[in-house]
Structures are given as structure tokens and as C-alpha cells.
């Protein structure tokens, strides 16, 4: 019987040969039955190197030489491609299995730590229902807290407060020293200019600065000047005068006939009521003599800051800009030097519109006969300071300082007045104050009550000014970003 290749239509995949080799199925290389392999393309048999594969189909005795070269062939193209994808799928595996290592491991270390950080936190992995002992689960290490949590606002509003009240407790001890420095600093501020134009007249600035400081104590020692002699005046006066007083009582009918009848002077006497005035004007006395020393060191103080602050304003004003971020620090160069140059302008002018209202409050005194009327020029110019109000004031002063003198005086007092403050109010305040402060007088108002409030007459003074720099602010910044938004 003649042999068959595998491929031959009909035929069986394998079987064996006439002379007692096998032929195997699917092209593997073909065995004899006594262990010896079939080269490819040969009929004849060599004893394999290794045990023999089984076959992997029934094997048909055949007799008769057997063709198994078409066999071999096949089997010579499929074993390289085999053994290729054997290797490449040997490769994926053990990747895979690397890499499922990697993760094992991973979670092995995650898991240890969680449980560290359990034993750490004994109360944070508490069963539900049981009470735990310490911070919840959430406060675990690496973990952030939700912002939105009812802790995280209650922590960071109790610490908010208390800085709070922390800041108002230092800032009520401090009140006086700020007062102080605001003082000087407004001050100074106001006189830049004057500074200013001089320098730019050819004169060094430490030159223009101890010019204008020098004027500035001219003006402390007229003020002075013309407080201290009738102060001392009215007192001198009093304490001559109390002999005549006590004579006069001595003398009145009434007094006698009170005497008579109830036993008035007795009763005085027996009392210690002169004892008790006497020690309450010792008192007094002690009193103003503090209270007139501390001013003495606080106008002393203010003047310190003003020499300081006026000197290096320029070196003061750069070095407030370099803490702003450079990216803004251009807008706020120019928004700062608008603030400075609206506060100077309405001091300066201010001060214009104060001295030329106390000069004509004296004028005005001298020549209707008012007692001290360079006491009345200060005063004037000082209430002067304070707008709308200030003038009302001083007119209301003159008018009742007039009456004590006579009826005439003081109505001729009160209608110079009216006319000084219209004429100040609708004539000279708007010409000099229009390149300045752009304010309306709704807003001067409040201001002045809100600053009288806070700090007295000094606050009525600074109060137009930081209005001016506020509402500054407000149009420059706050209303653009209320348009963008």
C-alpha cells in the first residue's frame, strides 16, 4: 500500500509506514515504534535525543514506502512561528504578573499604613454606636478637613473674634499715641506743599523744611502769646477781687436780714464749707496745671513728628509704595499721591480761610472795643478750622462776647458776622478749595459729626479731610469694581 502525505485529499492525517515508522498527524516530526524519529523529507529513521511525543491522532498501519515531504514542510513553516508566539506570550505574562506584584505590594503598605494610623487614633475606627476617644476618622494625617464644616467655621470665627477683641484692646490703650502721630502726620502732610514750592524755587529741601517749620512755631508762639495774658490777667483779677467780694457780703442788707432770722454766718461758720472750697480749689488748681502740662508735652511731641515726618516725606511716601505688589503698585502710586495732594491742598487752604477769619475776628474786636481780641483772633481762627460749623460758632461767640458789653455792640457783632460767614461760606471757600477737595457739604456734615464723636474737636478737624481721601477711594477702586462685576 502506498504511503500518503498528511495533505493528500482522502488520505489520514498519520499512520504508519511499510517499513515501521510512524507518521504522525499535523506535521510533527515523525517516530518510529522503536523510538527513533523520521528526518524531514526522508523516510528513514535516527533515535531521538528525547523521549518521544505522543501522537496526536490515530496512527493507520500502511504498507509500502511512505511520502512525508509535504508533511515535513509544514511542519518546518509552523515551528518558528509557534515557538515566536510562545515567547511573545511568555513576555505578556510575566508582565502582567509584575505588575500585579507591584499592586499587591502597594495595597500591602497602604494597609499597613492605615492601621498604624488607626493605632494611632484609637477612637477613629470606633464601631458605629460606640462612644470614640479621640479626633474622628476625618482627622487622620495627609487628610484635609472640608472647609464647610461646622468645626472649621467655629474654629476660625472664635479666633477671629478674639483677635478682635484683642486689636480694640490695644488700640483703646494706645488711643493717645495714634491721636499723636494723625496729628503730626496731617500735619505734615498739609505743610508739603508749602515745602514743596519752595524747593522748587531753587532751595534745598532741609532748608525749606526748617523754613516752614520755623513759621510754624512763630505761629505756636503768637497762639500762646495771646492765650496765656488774659488767662493770667483773669485770674490776678480774681484773686484781688475776693477782699471787695467778701466786704460786700459783710454789707448786704439782704445777707444781714438772713443772718437775723436763720442764722446764716453762724451756720458758715460752724460748717466746713470754707474748708471744703478751699480744698476743691487747691484741687482745681493742681488739676490745671496737669492737664496744662500734658498739652505742653503732647504739642512738643506733635511738633518732634512734624519736623521728622516733613524731613523724609518723600522717603516715607516711597517706601509705603514698595510694600504694594509690583503689579499694582503703578495704580497705587497714583491713587496715593491723589489722596496726599487732596489732603495738603485742603489744609493748606484750610489754613488760609483760618487765619484770614481770625484776622478779622481781631480786627473786628480792636475797633468796637471787645476785651482781649487777639484771644478772640485764635479762637476764631481755631473754630475756624472746623467747616460749616466752625464759622456758626464763632459768629454765636462774638455776638454773646459783644453783649456783655452792650446791646449795640453785640447786635452790630452779630451782623458782621453773618456777613464774614457768607462771604467766607459763597465766595472765598469755593475759590480756594475747588482744585482740592471735591466733597459735598451733606457729607462734610456727617463727617464732622462723626469725627466730633469719636475724638472731640480734634476729630471735627481731621474729619473733612479723611472724608476726602475716603470718598477718593471709593470712586478710584470700590465703583470700577462693582462696573466689572
Known amino acids: 500500500m502506498t504511503g500518503v502525505g498528511p495533505g493528500d485529499p482522502g488520505r489520514p492525517s498519520g499512520g504508519h509506514t511499510g517499513d515501521g515508522y510512524v507518521v504522525p498527524a499535523h506535521g510533527y516530526p515523525a517516530q518510529g515504534v522503536d523510538g527513533t524519529s523520521v528526518a524531514p523529507g526522508t523516510g528513514h529513521g535516527a533515535p531521538a535525543d528525547s523521549a518521544p511525543a505522543p501522537s496526536n491522532?490515530?496512527?493507520?498501519?500502511?504498507?509500502?514506502?511512505?511520502?512525508?515531504?509535504r508533511a515535513s514542510d509544514a511542519a518546518s513553516r509552523r515551528t518558528p512561528m509557534r515557538a515566536a508566539?510562545?515567547?511573545?506570550?511568555?513576555k505578556v505574562l510575566s508582565e502582567r504578573a509584575l505588575r500585579a506584584s507591584e499592586a499587591a505590594a502597594a495595597?500591602?503598605?497602604?494597609?499597613q499604613e492605615a492601621a498604624a494610623a488607626l493605632a494611632a487614633y484609637p477612637g477613629a475606627g470606633a464601631p458605629t454606636g460606640e462612644p470614640a476617644d479621640a479626633a474622628p476618622a476625618t482627622a487622620l494625617p495627609g487628610r484635609r478637613r472640608s472647609q464647610h464644616s461646622p468645626f472649621h467655621w467655629g474654629f476660625f470665627g472664635g479666633i477671629g473674634v478674639l483677635l478682635a477683641y484683642v486689636s480694640f484692646l490695644v488700640l483703646d490703650t494706645i488711643r493717645d499715641t495714634l491721636l499723636l502721630l494723625a496729628i503730626a502726620t496731617l500735619l505734615a502732610i498739609g505743610l508739603n506743599p508749602l515745602v514743596s514750592w519752595i524747593e522748587r524755587r531753587g532751595v534745598r529741601r532741609g532748608f525749606a523744611v526748617l523754613f516752614v517749620f520755623l513759621g510754624l512755631l512763630a505761629v505756636i508762639g503768637a497762639a500762646i502769646y495771646a492765650i496765656i495774658p488774659p488767662i493770667v490777667t483773669e485770674v490776678g483779677s480774681f484773686v484781688e477781687s475776693i477782699p471787695t467780694l467778701i466786704a460786700n457780703l459783710q454789707q448786704n442788707e439782704s445777707l444781714r436780714n438772713l443772718d437775723e432770722r436763720f442764722g446764716v454766718l453762724q451756720a458758715i461758720q460752724n460748717s466746713n464749707i470754707v474748708q471744703t472750697i478751699g480744698s476743691g480749689a487747691a484741687g482745681g488748681l493742681l488739676s490745671v496745671g496737669v492737664t496744662v502740662a500734658t498739652i505742653i508735652v503732647d504739642l512738643l511731641i506733635i511738633l518732634i513728628l512734624t519736623l521728622y515726618f516733613l524731613a523724609g516725606f518723600p522717603r516715607i511716601k516711597a517706601g509705603a509704595y514698595r510694600l504694594v505688589p509690583a503689579t499694582r503698585r503703578t495704580r497705587v502710586t497714583d491713587l496715593g499721591d491723589r489722596i496726599l495732594k487732596q489732603m495738603?491742598?485742603?489744609l493748606s487752604g484750610a489754613t488760609v480761610i483760618a487765619m484770614q477769619a481770625g484776622l478779622v475776628a481781631g480786627v473786628f474786636a480792636a475797633i468796637v472795643g471787645l476785651p482781649y481780641p487777639w484771644a478772640i483772633a485764635l479762637g476764631a481762627a481755631i473754630l475756624d478750622f472746623i467747616p460749616v460749623v466752625g464759622p456758626i460758632l464763632v459768629g454765636v461767640?462774638?455776638?454773646?462776647?459783644?453783649l456783655t458789653q452792650s446791646l449795640a455792640i453785640g447786635i452790630i457783632a452779630g451782623i458782621f458776622y453773618l456777613c464774614q460767614h457768607l462771604f467766607e461760606a459763597y465766595w472765598l471757600y469755593p475759590r480756594v478749595m475747588k482744585r482740592t477737595v471735591d466733597i459735598s457739604t451733606g457729607a462734610v456734615v456727617v463727617a464732622i459729626l462723626v469725627g466730633a464723636a469719636l475724638l472731640g474737636v480734634t476729630g471735627a478737624i481731621l474729619a473733612v479731610p479723611v472724608a476726602a481721601a475716603i470718598i477718593l477711594i471709593v470712586r478710584e477702586v470700590i465703583m470700577p469694581m462693582q462696573e466689572r462685576s
Not at 508566539?85 to 511568555?90: D, E, F, L, R, Y
Not at 461767640?397 to 459783644?402: A, D, Q
Request: glycine share 16%; proline share 9%; no cysteine.
Open 107 to 111: 495595597a500591602a503598605a497602604a494597609s
Open 57 to 69: 491522532g490515530p496512527t493507520v498501519p500502511v504498507v509500502g514506502p511512505v511520502t512525508v515531504d
Open 344 to 346: 495738603g491742598g485742603y
Open 85 to 90: 508566539w510562545q515567547s511573545v506570550s511568555s
Open 397 to 402: 461767640s462774638m455776638t454773646l462776647i459783644g
